[in-house]
C-alpha cells in the first residue's frame, strides 16, 4: 500500500514531511533510479513549477537528487502541468515532473510525475519509487564523475507548449471575443495570456502577479467570483479562471453566472457528437457528476461511463476505451486527442471556438442540461477512518439513500489530498438536499472531529 503517493502525486505542507527539501532530494534519486533504467526515452527529466514560493526549494532538491543518480535535468522554471506532461512526451524525455499543490493554498505544495509519455504514473510504479525512498537504499556511489548528470534551462519551452495549444483548433480566430482571464496567480500567468490574444481575442487580465504566496487566494477556479464581477464591469463575454497549475478551468457566463465542469463536458461532447469526432460515441465522467449531465447526455444518445472521483480514474477509462472527451465537474476536462492530463487552455480553446462557429453564447450553448440542486460540502478530520467502520454514519448514508431511492443520490468520500471528508448530496428538491446534506454532515462531525 503506497504511504506517499495520494491520488494527485505527493501532497503536504511545504517543508514539512513528506514535503520537504529532505524527502525531495530522495524523490529525485528514486525516479532518476527508476527511470534511468527504463530504457524508455533519454536520459533526461522535464521539471515544472508552479509560482509557490516553496517551489524553489523543492527544484533544487528534486535536481540534486536526479542529478546525483546520473539524470539530466531540464527546468523550465513556472509552467502549467499539461504543458510539462506535453514536453516530456514531445522533447523525448524519460520523465517529467511537476512541483505543484494545484488548487490548494499556497503554503502547501505537491510534486507530481509523469511517464516517457506524459501520462500520470500507474499505481505499480508509484509503489516502486516509493520502496526505494522508504527503503533508505538508494545509492549514487555507483555512479562515476563522468556519468553524473547535468542541469539545464531551456528558454523555447514556453513558446513549444504556446504553438502546441493554438494548433489543437487550428489556429482558430477567437477576434471579436473579449474574456476575463484569470491566471491564479499561479503557473500559467505569462503564458496564457499569449495564446488568448495571440489568437485575436481582446484579455482583461487578472491575478496574474504572482508573488510566491497570493497562487489560489480569492482567485482562479476555486473562486469564479472574482472573474465573475469583472466580467460584468468590462462588459466582457465571459470568464476564463485557470487554478494554481491550470489543470483545470471554470467559465462565467456573460452574466457572471458559472459554468463548471460537467457543463463544458457536455457541451463539447455534444459538439465532438454532431461532427463525428466523438470517440466510442461516449464521455467519461466521475460519480460527482450531475444526474442532469448523465440524462442530458442519454437523451442526446450519448453513452456515459462513471468512475471513481480523480482525474486519474477518467484517463485510466478513456485510455483502456479510447475514449477522446472526460473529465470532472470541478474543472479537469481532457482532450484524449491532444493532450494526457487535464489543460485548463486547451479546454478554453475549444469552449471559445466553439462559441464563434456556432455564433452562440456561452449560456445559450451550457443550457442543454437541468441542473439537479446538489451541495457539496468538506469537513475536516483527525484521520481517515474507513467509512464503513463508522457505524452512525454509515447507518445515515443508507438512510440517505433510501429515502432518495432513485431520485437523487449521496457521494461520501474522503479527499485524495487533504485531511478532509467529503459530502455530496443530490436530489429533486432542494429542501431534500439540505435535509441530508446536514444529517450527513452533523454525523460526520461527531463521529470523526
Known amino acids: 500500500m503506497k504511504k506517499l503517493f495520494g491520488t494527485d502525486g505527493v501532497r503536504g505542507k511545504a517543508n514539512q514531511y513528506p514535503i520537504t527539501a529532505e524527502l525531495a532530494l530522495l524523490l529525485g534519486k528514486a525516479t532518476a533510479h527508476v527511470f534511468g533504467a527504463s530504457g524508455l526515452g533519454l536520459r533526461k527529466a522535464i521539471l515544472g513549477k508552479d509560482t509557490r514560493l516553496s517551489g524553489y526549494m523543492l527544484e533544487n532538491a528534486i535536481t540534486s537528487g536526479m ?84 542541469a539545464y534551462r531551456i528558454d523555447d519551452a514556453r513558446g513549444r507548449y504556446i504553438e502546441f495549444a493554438k494548433s489543437s483548433i487550428n489556429n482558430h480566430s477567437l477576434k471579436g471575443l473579449k474574456i476575463v482571464l484569470d491566471c491564479a496567480n499561479g503557473a500559467a500567468y505569462s503564458m496564457a495570456p499569449l495564446i488568448f490574444q495571440e489568437l485575436g481575442a481582446e484579455v482583461i487580465l487578472t491575478a496574474a502577479s504572482p508573488d510566491g504566496h497570493n497562487i489560489n487566494d480569492g482567485c482562479g477556479a476555486t473562486y469564479s467570483q472574482h472573474a465573475a464581477e469583472l466580467v460584468k464591469k468590462h462588459n466582457a463575454h465571459l470568464s476564463i479562471s485557470l487554478d494554481g497549475d491550470a489543470d483545470r478551468v471554470i467559465f462565467c457566463d456573460a452574466d457572471g453566472n458559472e459554468i463548471n465542469g460537467d457543463r463544458l463536458i457536455g457541451m463539447v461532447a455534444l459538439d465532438f457528437k454532431q ?46 476505451n479510447d475514449f477522446n472527451i472526460g473529465g470532472e465537474q ?120
Request: include cysteine.
Open 275 to 320: 461532427r463525428g469526432k466523438l470517440a466510442g460515441n461516449s464521455i467519461v465522467v466521475t460519480s460527482m457528476s450531475n444526474l442532469g449531465l448523465i440524462k442530458a447526455m442519454e437523451k442526446s444518445g450519448i453513452n456515459v461511463i462513471q468512475t471513481d472521483v480523480g482525474d486519474r480514474y477518467v484517463i485510466e477509462a478513456m485510455r483502456k
Open 67 to 150: 542529478l546525483s543518480m546520473g539524470m539530466d535535468v531540464i527546468a523550465v522554471g513556472p509552467m502549467p502541468t499539461p504543458a510539462v506532461a506535453h514536453l516530456t512526451k514531445s522533447m523525448g524525455a524519460s520523465c517529467g515532473i511537476m512541483i505543484t499543490a494545484s488548487h490548494n493554498p499556497a503554503e502547501d505544495n505537491g510534486i507530481k510525475i509523469f511517464g516517457h509519455d506524459g501520462f500520470k504514473l500507474p499505481d505499480e510504479i508509484e509503489l516502486e519509487i516509493e520502496n526505494h525512498i522508504l527503503s533508505g537504499e538508494l545509492n549514487s556511489d555507483l555512479i562515476s564523475h563522468s556519468q553524473i548528470g547535468k
Open 330 to 449: 470541478s474543472g479537469h476536462i481532457i482532450f484524449m486527442d491532444y493532450a494526457t492530463t487535464g489543460d485548463g487552455i486547451i479546454t478554453a480553446l475549444h469552449v471559445l471556438k466553439q462559441m464563434t462557429k456556432s455564433n452562440k453564447t456561452l449560456a445559450e450553448l451550457a443550457s442543454f442540461m437541468d441542473v439537479y440542486p446538489q451541495r457539496l460540502e468538506g469537513i475536516m478530520v483527525q484521520e481517515k477512518v474507513p467509512i464503513e467502520e463508522v457505524t452512525a454514519l454509515r447507518d445515515a448514508i443508507k438512510d440517505c439513500e433510501k429515502a432518495l431511492d432513485g431520485f437523487g443520490r449521496t457521494v461520501v468520500r474522503y479527499s485524495g489530498t487533504e485531511n478532509k471528508i467529503r459530502i455530496l448530496v443530490e436530489a429533486e428538491k432542494q429542501k431534500d438536499v439540505d435535509f441530508w446534506t446536514k444529517k450527513l454532515c452533523d454525523t460526520a462531525k461527531k463521529e470523526l472531529t
